[in-house]
């Protein structure tokens, strides 16, 4: 009955790992853990890269590959690894809606962006569309990540794990985007980390903490 | 209805109420063994039952007769459980008349007998170890049905032989979905059955309890036959694993009187696997506090509905 080839199944299957992974990230409250589950999501979405490369026989995704690997799964996490020690915050502090609530508010958005992908895989022409789907899922539930939380280093996290999303639709939607997009933006998160790094180390210097709550308020000294 | 499918159906009754206490006398022998402690017996639950036969009732004085009744209905409703599972065979005349959903409706008859009687007497403990059975219950119940439901829409039809016969038939392959839901039935079958992250099978009145604060007022044959329906119910849940996620080795009406001899070795050798696995969860977990029970639960439920939501997508 089942008519997929066994890589189409790998790729499926890294497919909904990544899924579990945006949902754990979701529920994980220790920041050190969250850094983890990137490079995890990382290195999942290198193994994707990598089999869509190999099915296809397009070069330059072997390439971007090995961005990811570079940059993803070992560069960037050892990066935030460095700044969780220099700047002292393991936990989030409690998220703005209960774990729970928020699992079941990410299930809604899953639903939501199958059903977004539905038309674009029918209309979609790669042997990867139906992974399309989990690819917005993905960018859709690290952007409720980024809405749950209170610390800036756990946004930062979740803003890089909706980049791997990014870069996964593309996969899915049209085997990869042109190398130099692709360049540029790998560069621009590079640069995007390294400039966010040193606001983390401003806001604790004015507020005491990362918690970007103290940035709502308009006056000083309230 | 051939003569085939009747044996079949007896010899699973049969030896479903036979091994039941003899696979958590496995599983708490694997438990002591990793935990570095002398094992009890596997036989050592036969031991306590027929200890508890001998002994006289003693009933509480407001005990209603619903106290009474309560051990055969809830002993009665997992048999009955015990006879539409798949566990040795898919040719079961019996299971025609239920289908995964009612079964699911048998083990909740159960439990809301077994949580009625805990509170008929009226004591605290009974009355505690209720409103926790049904708070874990009430969660754990989706979970189940939602694993079904993926199992349900892969093969097509809601009759647990028909599920464990489609999956026998079809290709190998990975199943992202299959394995989502595997691990959320695996969490259910925990959180049910009273085992570690969520109430632990080996205390006795402490305030985490969960279903030994049900049994408390219990005594005598009565107690037994809740004991013996506890076995059974893990046993009957690593059956409807077994058929659910790994249906190899059971025969079908195809295979005929040789299939059904190869059914029963098989069937005991994911028996003790499965035992040892239970063993090792609950020897590395921590019991939980009551209170995050629901998100352990919650996890559960959203792990089988992501595995719907898989399957509906990647169609596999």
């Known amino acids: ?222 | 209805m051939s003569t085939l499918g009747a044996i079949t159906q007896l010899l699973e009754i049969v030896c479903a109420l036979l091994a039941a206490p003899a696979f958590l006398g496995w599983v708490n022998q694997c438990r002591a063994w990793l935990q570095n402690k002398r094992a009890p017996s596997v036989l050592q639950p036969y031991y306590g039952l027929r200890k508890l036969f001998h002994k006289d009732v003693v009933l509480a004085e407001n005990a209603s007769s619903l106290f009474r009744l309560a051990p055969y209905i809830v002993f009665g409703t997992m048999v009955a459980a015990a006879a539409i599972i798949p566990s040795m065979g898919t040719g079961l005349p019996l299971s025609m008349a239920a289908d995964g959903i009612a079964l699911v409706g048998l083990l909740a008859t159960a439990r809301v007998f077994l949580s009625l009687a805990a509170m008929d007497v009226g004591t605290a403990f009974g009355t505690l170890g209720a409103r926790r059975e049904m708070m874990v219950g009430f969660l754990a119940e989706p979970a189940l049905l939602m694993v079904l439901f993926v199992a349900a829409m892969i093969s097509k039809t809601t009759s647990l032989p028909l599920i464990a016969e489609g999956l026998t038939t079809r290709a190998l392959g990975l199943y992202p979905s299959l394995a989502f839901t595997a691990v959320a039935f695996t969490m259910v079958l925990l959180a049910e059955n009273a085992r570690i992250p969520v109430d632990n099978p080996a205390t006795h009145l402490e305030l985490t309890m969960i279903h030994e604060a049900m049994l408390l007022e219990y005594s005598g044959r009565h107690l037994a036959m809740m004991e013996w329906a506890a076995a059974l119910k893990l046993f009957n849940y690593a059956c409807i694993g077994f058929a659910l996620f790994i249906p190899w080795g059971t025969s079908t009406e195809a295979s005929g009187p040789q299939g059904l001899l190869l059914a029963v070795p098989v069937l005991f050798a994911k028996l003790a696997v499965a035992g040892g696995g239970l063993a090792l969860i609950e020897t590395l977990s921590a019991k939980l506090r009551v209170f995050r029970a629901p998100e352990f639960l919650a996890t559960a439920f959203l792990l089988a509905v992501l595995g719907l939501l898989v399957h509906l997508l990647l169609g596999d």
């Not at chain 1, 579990?20 to 890269?49: D, E, K, Y």
């Not at chain 1, 809606?97 to 508010?105: A, D, E, V, Y």
């Not at chain 1, 895989?121 to 939380?149: D, E, N, P, W």
């Not at chain 1, 040193?198 to 000083?220: G, P, T, W």
């Open chain 1, 1 to 222: 009955m089942s008519p997929l080839s066994f890589d189409l199944q790998l790729l499926n299957a890294c497919a909904a790992l990544l899924l579990l992974l945006s949902f754990s990230m979701l529920s994980q409250r220790r920041i050190v853990n969250l850094v983890n589950l990137l490079a995890l999501q990382g290195a999942l979405l290198c193994a994707a890269t990598l089999l869509v490369a190999w099915r296809t026989g397009q070069g330059h995704l072997y390439l971007s590959a090995a961005l990811t690997l570079a940059l993803k799964v070992i560069g960037l996490p050892l990066l935030l690894h460095r700044l969780i020690r220099r700047l002292n915050v393991y936990w989030d502090a409690e998220p703005v809606i209960n774990t729970s609530g928020t699992m079941l508010i990410g299930l809604l958005v899953v639903v939501f962006s199958f059903g977004l992908a539905q038309p674009i895989s029918a209309l979609a022409s790669t042997a990867t569309r139906s992974t399309l789907g989990i690819a917005i899922a993905v960018i859709l539930l690290s952007f409720l990540t980024m809405i749950t939380r209170r610390k800036a280093m756990s946004q930062v996290v979740a803003f890089l794990s909706m980049e791997n999303g990014l870069f996964f639709g593309a996969m899915s939607a049209t085997y990869g985007m042109p190398m130099v997009v692709e360049l540029g933006v790998a560069l621009d998160v590079l640069v995007a980390m390294l400039v966010l790094g040193v606001f983390f180390f401003q806001i604790r210097e004015q507020f005491d903490s990362l918690d970007l709550h103290h940035l709502e308020s308009l006056k000083e000294g309230e």
